[in-house]
């Protein structure tokens, strides 16, 4: 587990591991199970009909953490996997995916995922996902995750993905579904550059009565990249739901975005905002009258704002 | 010392030149506090942000500690001492108070102790302000004190202000007041401060009037507040008897 420099790398970069995880785990490597922990509360399982992963979380499971990252090492390698969480009532985890791709060939590498999450009433899940790119060759380096979420009553997630760099092309589609007093807040963050695509479709429905929705959108198209955003917000339901989404675009790159908000019910309140734009010039004079070069000032402001 | 030497700034105006500043020369001493006060586009912004290099002038030469800097960018001049707080600054999303303080500090490692410090001599409490981002969630007058913290933080040599009691409130002002007086008698920095404030204007060694992109007049508060007072409305021999009791 973890036997290469490269390996080690991408696992800090995307879930911020520097040696064995604490508690559950479940490494895969190169489509191949490179190390995997369960703990009383929480198994882990291999699926046998596809490939992907199971994990259970007991009913009452407080303060635990799941790692389950995915690296790629192998050009040319391409692979779906399906991994099923079931998240137990009165639950409060965290759980830390996440995948890199070290492709030094010529060949494109791809990781196509699609996480279910079923969440029980009252409990509380948080979700990192980070995704990262990395290494000379010519070929693509391509992720595709799809996330699906149900929260029962009184369940809540807060999901945090982050695409750092260097992935070629993505095409991310996300879907919750609240029950009754269930909370959904979604931070995404995603960097572009070169002639990189990124593609985001996401939609959560707000079933339950009192059930809340907040998605924040944060993104930085550089070069020649290209993004699309399509956060849809449905309330079917006395609910609140808000959707921001806030691009800097640099260069010659093109972003689009169209959040959407539905309300099938006269008590669903739903808000949305977007901004495009390139980073202010007053911005950077500040950060200059601060002693920071242009080229720092500008690093600074990217930074935060993808934080 | 900063030296100004027959400063001029001119813009483009139809087929003409329009002077902004107009053959400006002046010498600040080291740690005094100087006020430039005078009516609203008379040049004051423009001769302070050309000192910070935020404004190239067409022609002149700027001197700090005897080195020419007028062909200077603006970080080079910061990493001279030389610091400037904006009169409206900008915001930043996910750039948070602790972030702009470190950055201001230089120093990566800045302590909550130190972040307070400076918080607290602009009326805020660093416990409420410290991790919240510089973004539309702040008010004008946070965002404000906020950047004169900045200054505070930067420790220049040569601390330029614009406005900086604009959008804040009584109170705060006060408090504000206060922190430009410890420091014109710490002595450890030389101060310019744009404001149209007695209570700034009277902490002043020397005030300056400028209008019309020239230095109108300069002398000590005593000297020039009258002068100012006799320029506002009671003053105006255009305006009826009537129209001044209104």
């Not at chain 1, 046998?48 to 407080?62: L, N, S």
């Not at chain 1, 009553?153 to 879907?175: F, L, N």
Request: charged share 25%; hydrophobic share 35%.
């Amino acid at each position: 587990m973890m036997d290469t420099a490269i390996d080690r790398e991408l696992l800090e970069k995307i879930a911020d591991l520097l040696g064995k995880p604490v508690g559950a785990f479940n490494i895969r490597k190169d489509s191949g199970c490179d190390g995997r922990q369960s703990t009383e509360h929480i198994q882990i399982t291999s699926k046998e009909d596809k490939p992907g992963i199971d994990i259970r979380i007991q009913p009452g499971t407080v303060g635990e953490t799941c790692h389950i990252p995915v690296i790629i090492t192998k050009s040319g390698l391409s692979e779906m996997v399906y991994n099923d969480f079931y998240v137990g009532e009165n639950c409060d985890v965290d759980i830390v995916a996440g995948c890199g791709i070290h492709n030094c060939g010529d060949q494109e590498s791809r990781h196509d995922g699609v996480h279910t999450f079923y969440i029980g009433k009252h409990s509380h899940v948080r979700y990192t996902e980070k995704h990262y790119g990395e290494g000379t060759g010519t070929g693509g380096r391509v992720m595709n995750p799809q996330t699906v979420v149900y929260l029962e009553e009184g369940a809540t997630i807060q999901m945090e993905t982050v695409q750092i760099r260097g992935i070629d092309s993505t095409k991310r589609d996300t879907k919750i579904v609240c029950g009754p007093g269930a909370e959904a807040i979604i931070t995404e963050r995603l960097l572009t550059h070169g002639d990189q695509t990124a593609e985001s479709d996401m939609e959560i429905i707000l079933d339950g009565e009192d059930s809340k929705g907040r998605v924040i959108s944060r993104s930085v198209a550089q070069d020649e990249s290209s993004q699309v955003f399509y956060p849809r917000m449905v309330g079917n339901a006395k609910c609140f739901g808000h959707v921001q989404c806030d691009s800097i675009i640099m260069g010659g790159a093109k972003i689009k975005s169209i959040p959407a908000i539905t309300a099938n019910c006269m008590e669903a309140q739903l808000i949305h905002e977007a901004a495009i734009g390139k980073i202010a010039g007053d911005q950077l004079l500040k950060l200059e009258t601060l002693g920071l070069t242009e080229e720092e000032a500008e690093d600074c402001i990217l930074q935060g704002f993808l934080a | 010392m900063l030296e100004l030497k027959h400063l001029s700034y001119a813009v483009q105006e139809g087929d003409g030149q329009l002077g902004i500043l107009n053959d400006i020369s002046l010498s600040v001493a080291d740690g005094s506090l100087v006020v430039f006060t005078g009516p609203n586009g008379g040049g004051k912004t423009t001769l302070a942000k050309s000192i910070m290099g935020l404004v190239q002038p067409t022609a002149g030469e700027i001197f700090w500690n005897g080195e020419n800097i007028t062909h200077l960018g603006i970080t080079d001049r910061a990493r001279l001492g030389i610091s400037y707080g904006f009169q409206q600054p900008p915001r930043f999303k996910g750039l948070t108070v602790r972030k702009l303080l470190t950055l201001a500090s230089g120093d990566e490692r800045l302590s909550k102790d130190r972040c307070c410090q400076y918080l607290t001599r602009v009326g805020l409490c660093a416990n409420d302000y410290l991790d919240r981002e510089v973004d539309a969630s702040l008010s004008g007058g946070e965002v404000k004190r906020i950047e004169i913290a900045t200054i505070l933080a930067r420790q220049g040599k040569l601390m330029i202000f614009d406005e900086p009691e604009a959008g804040i409130d009584l109170w705060s002002f006060a408090r504000l007041t206060e922190t430009f007086e410890q420091l014109h008698a710490a002595g450890g920095a030389t101060m310019i401060i744009i404001s149209h404030q007695e209570r700034i204007i009277s902490l002043a060694d020397e005030v300056i009037v400028v209008g019309e992109g020239r230095l109108r007049h300069r002398g000590a508060p005593a000297e020039i507040l009258p002068q100012i007072l006799s320029d506002t409305l009671g003053g105006c021999p255009v305006l009826t008897k009537e129209a001044k009791a209104l």
